[in-house]
């Protein structure tokens, strides 16, 4: 609006400034006839490059020049300095200039009323909507802790089985579903700890792993390297790139982890469908699958901007995706 306001009050300058040249060149043919005018320097031209009855404008006058009667050499010549010009359009700028800052505050007024009106309802209907989530997630602790105690029950009565144990990892999956939306709503962080990074990488593979019995997990991660970081986020980052390489991976696929002790890269990588736009996957309800929320990725990268680390995705459809991981040096130990 700002600049549409600046468009406008800049053509309509233009305007009046014609339209006072246009009286100043109409009140110098009047001047030409009495030459009663103090306010013009009177002078005599030469009629080689000058064309008469009209506003001449240069950086030191504005002038212009009329025919003599009985002269065919000269030209009369009336101007006016460039200071004295100025100053007879000073009105016209201070005008000009209080009514564009009346109008853009005027503007910008009913801008923000307009925005806090139309805004207002929205604002409302997304904390609503947070509130409800919250409350959702509050209560899904009450049945989850029911259907895992009756789950411990039933196993201590049959034993070993395998639709039990498809449902326990259904429950962690819930749960999975769960801390990320609780993450994404808080944006809290955990406390710092040292862990060791296979261990890590060991234990989600394993929990993740019995929910994709077909695919082939590999890992290639060194026994002693330590680090020291908020590992509950980590193991959050982690567990959604892992999760995402397992759910749209081919059915007897690979998913391989490895890490670069030279370049401190952790990398996690593939052979699923890939991804179509790799640029976008961080933003806040991208997906390219019906499966999922749309918000698994978004909070990798709001994590790994948490714990600086540098998230870097390659990605050919039909081929498979990498997303390498790049740790501080100060988190290794």
Same mark, same amino acid.
């Given at each position: 609006?700002?600049?549409?306001?600046?468009?406008?009050?800049?053509?309509?300058?233009?305007?009046?400034?014609?339209?006072?040249?246009?009286?100043?060149?109409?009140?110098?043919?009047?001047?030409?006839?009495?030459?009663?005018?103090?306010?013009?320097?009177?002078?005599?031209?030469?009629?080689?490059?000058?064309?008469?009855?009209? /506003?001449?404008?240069?950086?030191? @006058?504005?002038?212009?020049?009329?025919? #003599?009667?009985? =002269?065919?050499?000269?030209? +009369?010549? %009336?101007?006016?300095?460039?200071?004295?010009?100025?100053?007879?359009?000073?009105?016209?700028?201070?005008?000009?200039?209080?009514?564009?800052?009346?109008?853009?505050?005027?503007?910008?007024?009913?801008?923000?009323?307009?925005?806090?009106?139309?805004?207002?309802?929205?604002?409302?209907?997304?904390?609503?909507?947070?509130?409800?989530?919250?409350?959702?997630?509050?209560?899904?602790?009450?049945?989850?802790?029911?259907?895992?105690?009756?789950?411990?029950? /039933?196993?201590?009565?049959?034993? @070993?089985?395998?639709?039990?144990?498809? #449902?326990?990892? =259904?429950?962690?999956?819930? +749960?999975? %579903?769960?801390?990320?939306?609780?993450?994404?709503?808080?944006?809290?962080?955990?406390?710092?700890?040292?862990?060791?990074?296979?261990?890590?990488?060991?234990?989600?593979?394993?929990?993740?792993?019995?929910?994709?019995?077909?695919?082939?997990?590999?890992?290639?991660?060194?026994?002693?390297?330590?680090?020291?970081?908020?590992?509950?986020?980590?193991?959050?980052?982690?567990?959604?790139?892992?999760?995402?390489?397992?759910?749209?991976?081919?059915?007897?696929?690979?998913?391989?982890?490895?890490?670069?002790?030279?370049?401190?890269?952790?990398?996690?990588?593939?052979?699923?469908?890939?991804?179509?736009?790799?640029?976008?996957?961080?933003?806040?309800?991208?997906?390219?699958?019906?499966?999922?929320?749309?918000?698994?990725?978004?909070?990798?990268?709001?994590?790994?901007?948490?714990?600086?680390?540098?998230?870097?995705?390659?990605?050919?459809?039909?081929?498979?995706?990498?997303?390498?991981?790049?740790?501080?040096?100060?988190?290794?130990?």
């Amino acid at each position: 609006m700002a600049t549409l306001l600046g468009i406008v009050f800049y053509l309509n300058y233009q305007r009046e400034i014609q339209s006072f040249d246009e009286k100043l060149l109409n009140k110098m043919h009047l001047c030409s006839y009495t030459l009663k005018c103090k306010e013009y320097t009177i002078d005599f031209k030469s009629k080689k490059e000058n064309t008469p009855y009209q /506003l001449i404008k240069n950086e030191q @006058e504005v002038a212009s020049f009329y025919p #003599i009667k009985d =002269s065919s050499d000269f030209y +009369l010549k %009336l101007s006016l300095t460039r200071k004295a010009y100025h100053h007879k359009i000073h009105y016209l700028h201070k005008n000009l200039l209080i009514e564009g800052l009346v109008t853009l505050f005027m503007v910008f007024l009913l801008s923000t009323l307009f925005s806090l009106y139309a805004l207002y309802p929205l604002r409302n209907a997304l904390l609503l909507t947070r509130e409800f989530v919250k409350d959702i997630l509050h209560d899904f602790n009450t049945p989850i802790a029911t259907m895992r105690l009756n789950l411990s029950l /039933l196993k201590r009565q049959i034993g @070993e089985n395998k639709k039990v144990a498809r #449902i326990e990892r =259904s429950l962690e999956n819930i +749960l999975w %579903l769960e801390e990320n939306l609780r993450n994404y709503l808080h944006a809290q962080s955990s406390e710092l700890e040292r862990f060791n990074l296979l261990e890590l990488i060991k234990e989600r593979v394993n929990m993740i792993e019995q929910n994709y019995p077909k695919l082939n997990y590999k890992i290639d991660i060194a026994q002693d390297i330590i680090l020291q970081s908020h590992k509950k986020d980590f193991v959050r980052i982690v567990d959604n790139i892992i999760v995402n390489a397992s759910k749209y991976n081919q059915e007897s696929g690979s998913v391989e982890i490895f890490y670069t002790p030279k370049q401190r890269t952790l990398t996690i990588k593939d052979t699923g469908k890939g991804i179509k736009n790799p640029k976008k996957i961080f933003k806040r309800f991208y997906k390219e699958h019906e499966r999922g929320l749309g918000i698994g990725l978004h909070i990798v990268k709001k994590l790994t901007d948490i714990l600086k680390i540098k998230i870097d995705v390659q990605s050919k459809l039909g081929e498979g995706t990498v997303i390498t991981l790049t740790l501080e040096e100060r988190v290794i130990v």
